[in-house]
């Protein structure tokens, strides 16, 4: 039996295995605790807004502005006032950076360079990758439907296995085109 402590290696990110990397790295990123800082940014994570009790409620100006443009402009102003939990703000970097590695210990050369203009928002970074690869080309699209078209049952494998194949031939097809749903 394997050693369950022995490293699991990712493979390098590509076309061909995006979906399954994706799904693979969101687990291990879960696991490690680290998945947090995929979906959230530092500000919100550990910014404390300081609230000021004293502050007005209506505008001295002639005009007689809505309730909700006050709230918005005192929101504004609010987030300007504040400052960082000093402890949050480094547990969100270092896990930030710890992500990053995990992330990056699959990338081929081409996806490890666009690190560093993310390099303080890797929230950003795994949108762009996911992005990336997300998009289909009008081949893929094609490719599918022939090989939806021109299947070929073999006995050998059975009805099931045909029948799993087809049913992941039909999902990337509408994955490639949400139009043929």
Not at 114 to 125: H, L, T, V
Not at 128 to 143: E, G, I
Request: aromatic fraction near 14%; charge should be positive.
């Amino acid at each position: 039996m394997a050693d369950f402590n022995e490293k699991y290696r990712f493979p390098v990110l590509d076309r061909d295995n995006h979906e399954i990397w994706f799904q693979d790295m969101t687990f291990e990123l879960r696991g490690k605790d680290l998945y947090y800082v995929l979906k959230t940014t530092l500000k919100e994570y550990a910014w404390i807004r300081k609230l000021d009790k004293n502050r007005p409620t209506q505008s001295s100006g002639s005009e007689n502005p809505t309730k909700s443009d006050i709230e918005n402009l005192t929101a504004k102003f609010e987030e300007l006032c504040g400052s960082y939990d000093s402890e949050k703000k480094r547990t969100f970097e270092r896990d930030q950076a710890k992500a990053f590695h995990v992330i990056s210990m699959s990338l081929g050369e081409e996806d490890k360079v666009p690190r560093g203009e993310f390099k303080s928002n890797i929230k950003g970074f795994w949108n762009s990758l996911k992005a990336k690869y997300q998009k289909t080309r009008q081949s893929t699209s094609s490719q599918f439907m022939k090989r939806i078209q021109t299947f070929n049952f073999d006995e050998d494998k059975g009805i099931f296995a045909a029948w799993s194949l087809l049913k992941d031939y039909r999902r990337k097809l509408v994955a490639a085109n949400p139009n043929l749903r």
